[in-house]
């Protein structure tokens, strides 16, 4: 994340200026489209201001452009597609820009989808829930990829359904790397590499029943007439290539730092649901993620021993009040590991008001924490402050 730190009322004062000239527009514009051949653009804008207030220590605050996504999608031939995405608004160490969705699509099969490239990799309704369409400014320890969720993978994934949408599934097989931090367990695309990650392979599956018809995962639910629900099971597993242990003595096996780790091998279960109708949007997810470390005798941060379980749990839900724009959203999430003194706990409350849907809106959330970073007694209270533009 990029920008400046400001005073709190410097930072403010901008953020509501620019929210100011912000006006409605369309998601996603198609400037081509002949039989089947088109081209389509389109973007995210979000603009963010963040208050960190920790017990026993300063505050600080920043505003800056959590994202900035445009991407462009066309088509030349029948039942085959590409899409192009990228962030201006994250950058890794000299790189500006984030490559995010980059790949081609066969469509052509009954009931199913062929994706080629950068894509999702299917683990976390969390995580596969669109940052556009979140209805809390930032997303939970089950779907932050900090913390043990698979990012985007580089390789195949087939998307499939049965013919009334009520079973879907998704399974991948690519390439995936992890940053060797060890207050993290960090996945991110073979793409945006920083050159000291750990490389290795990744196959991620899920299954998602729809028992009342197929649910989307968006979160928040503008008033539909009746309930839908989804439950469903994810895993996936991965393991280090051994191609790019940076922080491993090739001797003796050992960890050279004390504060990154090589990682050997990582797996995860999910297990979740979701509700949603008339104004209510419910989501409830348990993640149960293993990690080893190269270097089987390690300790520190998340890892003792070599090994850590990040045993990760959220609650969250909306209801969005009748014949108005305002969504009230309250989430209890909590994170525990093998390291931690104890599990760090976090309860957030929040408020969104609509424009135009989840196209323009802006949100406010505010997250106590207990425990950070598994630190027993450090608590730490968050503001966050987003307005989002989508087209």
Same mark, same amino acid.
């Given at each position: 994340?990029?920008?400046?730190?400001?005073?709190?009322?410097?930072a403010?004062?901008?953020?509501?200026?620019?929210?100011?000239?912000s006006?409605?527009?369309?998601?996603?514009?198609?400037?081509?489209?002949?039989?089947?051949?088109?081209?389509?653009?389109?973007?995210?804008?979000?603009?963010?201001y963040?208050?960190?207030d920790?017990?026993?220590?300063?505050s600080?605050d920043?505003?800056?452009?959590?994202?900035?996504?445009?991407?462009?999608?066309?088509?030349?031939?029948?039942n085959w /597609?590409?899409?192009?995405?990228?962030?201006?608004g994250?950058?890794?160490d000299?790189?500006?820009?984030?490559?995010?969705?980059?790949?081609?699509?066969?469509?052509?099969?009954?009931?199913?989808? /062929?994706?080629?490239?950068?894509?999702?990799?299917?683990?976390?309704?969390e995580?596969l829930?669109?940052?556009?369409?979140?209805q809390?400014?930032?997303?939970?320890f089950?779907?932050?990829?900090?913390?043990?969720?698979?990012?985007?993978?580089?390789?195949?994934?087939?998307?499939?359904?049965?013919?009334?949408?009520?079973?879907?599934?998704?399974?991948a097989?690519?390439?995936?790397?992890?940053?060797?931090?060890?207050?993290?367990?960090?996945?991110?695309?073979?793409?945006?590499?920083?050159?000291? %990650?750990?490389?290795?392979?990744?196959?991620g599956?899920?299954?998602?029943?729809?028992?009342?018809?197929?649910m989307?995962?968006d979160?928040?639910?503008?008033?539909?007439?009746?309930?839908k629900?989804?439950?469903?099971?994810?895993?996936?597993? %991965?393991?280090?290539?051994?191609?790019?242990n940076t922080?491993?003595?090739?001797?003796?096996? !050992?960890?050279?730092?004390?504060?990154?780790a090589?990682?050997?091998?990582?797996?995860?279960f999910? !297990?979740?649901?979701?509700?949603r109708?008339?104004?209510?949007?419910?989501?409830?997810?348990?993640?149960?993620?293993?990690?080893?470390?190269?270097?089987?005798?390690?300790?520190?941060?998340?890892?003792?021993?070599?090994?850590?379980?990040l045993?990760?749990?959220?609650i969250?839900?909306g209801?969005?009040?009748?014949?108005?724009?305002?969504e009230?959203?309250?989430?209890?999430?909590?994170?525990?590991?093998?390291?931690?003194?104890?599990?760090?706990?976090?309860?957030? !409350?929040?408020?969104?008001?609509?424009?135009?849907?989840?196209?323009?809106k802006?949100?406010?959330?505010?997250?106590?924490?207990?425990?950070?970073?598994?630190?027993?007694?450090?608590?730490a209270?968050?503001?966050f402050?987003?307005?989002q533009?989508?087209f």
């Open positions: 994340m990029t920008g400046a730190t400001l005073s709190s009322w410097r403010l004062t901008l953020a509501v200026i620019i929210a100011a000239a006006m409605p527009a369309m998601a996603g514009i198609k400037i081509y489209e002949d039989g089947a051949k088109f081209v389509e653009i389109g973007g995210r804008i979000q603009l963010q963040v208050n960190v920790t017990n026993g220590g300063d600080r920043q505003i800056f452009f959590r994202r900035l996504r445009p991407y462009i999608a066309a088509s030349v031939t029948e /597609l590409g899409k192009i995405q990228f962030d201006f994250k950058s890794l000299e790189n500006e820009v984030a490559v995010k969705d980059a790949y081609m699509q066969y469509t052509g099969w009954r009931n199913k989808t /062929l994706t080629i490239g950068n894509s999702k990799t299917p683990f976390s309704r995580f829930t669109s940052s556009k369409r979140q809390t400014v930032e997303r939970g089950v779907g932050d990829h900090n913390f043990g969720t698979p990012d985007r993978q580089l390789g195949l994934r087939v998307n499939g359904h049965n013919d009334s949408k009520k079973v879907t599934y998704q399974v097989v690519g390439a995936e790397h992890l940053d060797p931090d060890a207050k993290k367990m960090d996945f991110d695309s073979p793409v945006n590499n920083a050159g000291d %990650w750990n490389e290795g392979l990744i196959i599956g899920r299954v998602d029943l729809h028992p009342q018809g197929n989307e995962f979160q928040g639910d503008f008033h539909s007439d009746s309930f629900s989804s439950f469903s099971l994810g895993f996936f597993t %991965w393991s280090n290539d051994n191609d790019n922080y491993t003595d090739p001797v003796t096996g !050992l960890s050279t730092s004390s504060s990154k090589d990682l050997d091998s990582a797996e995860g999910e !297990l979740s649901a979701g509700v109708g008339k104004g209510v949007s419910i989501d409830v997810e348990y993640n149960l993620v293993s990690g080893d470390t190269v270097d089987s005798t390690f300790t520190g941060g998340l890892y003792r021993n070599g090994s850590t379980d045993d990760k749990y959220q969250e839900g209801y969005m009040l009748t014949n108005s724009a305002v009230f959203v309250a989430r209890y999430e909590s994170l525990d590991a093998d390291n931690y003194e104890d599990a760090w706990n976090a309860t957030e !409350l929040g408020v969104n008001y609509f424009w135009n849907k989840h196209k323009v802006v949100q406010f959330t505010y997250r106590m924490g207990e425990n950070v970073d598994g630190k027993r007694g450090i608590d209270d968050t503001t402050l987003q307005w533009f989508v």
